[in-house]
């Protein structure tokens, strides 16, 4: 099995996306997310990405959180999509900003009221007391915004975009010897393609 070379990683990446979605059981979007402190140490998580277009890799979460400081101290990051049974991978590394105020609000607004009130209750990666607790400021928070009113977005939940300078698209054959094509941005801003070993 070969990757068929293509000048434009964005509309490969975007056909391989649209396969998974058909046949990928669960979370074809689901992409493992790594970042690193400014103490050099690398986490590593998955995540939901929410869009992808010409300037990026986009994904919503608390600023607040483990992978939310990490991105402050080092706006670098790398991701991994591995759809397993269409045996494809995709890797990219590159620059992370926010995205708009406005972006993150239609986001938020879209979201699931479950999920918006969710977004409200944690306070991502930070230590939890019990299960109960956070139970209780559920219904607190549901109290205070009912279903079918506007949930307002917290400060705290936001957006972000990973700018890619690297994507490599990796697709499984049965010898071992795998097809990897790597598009790396050059200075002109266009994409240079490279044929890897397995």
Not at 2 to 19: G, R, Y
Request: with cysteine.
């Amino acid at each position: 099995m070969n990757i068929k070379t293509s000048d434009d990683p964005v509309a490969l990446f975007k056909s391989w996306l649209s396969e998974a979605t058909k046949d990928e059981i669960n979370d074809p979007n689901a992409m493992a997310l790594a970042t690193c402190g400014k103490d050099g140490k690398p986490s590593v998580r998955m995540i939901l990405l929410k869009q992808f277009d010409e300037n990026g890799f986009k994904f919503h979460t608390n600023k607040e959180s483990q992978k939310g400081e990490e991105l402050s101290q080092t706006p670098y990051a790398a991701l991994c999509f591995h759809w397993k049974s269409l045996r494809k991978q995709v890797r990219a590394e590159g620059r992370i900003e926010m995205v708009t105020e406005k972006e993150a609000d239609d986001y938020f607004s879209n979201r699931p009221y479950e999920r918006q009130i969710g977004a409200w209750a944690s306070q991502q990666s930070r230590p939890l007391e019990s299960r109960a607790h956070l139970e209780k400021k559920i219904k607190e928070l549901q109290a205070q915004y009912p279903k079918g009113t506007t949930v307002p977005r917290p400060s705290y939940w936001v957006g972000y975009r990973l700018i890619p300078q690297t994507i490599e698209f990796w697709w499984d054959n049965p010898d071992r010897l795998h097809d990897r094509l790597k598009y790396t941005k050059n200075n002109d801003e266009n994409w240079d393609i490279q044929r890897l070993y397995p």
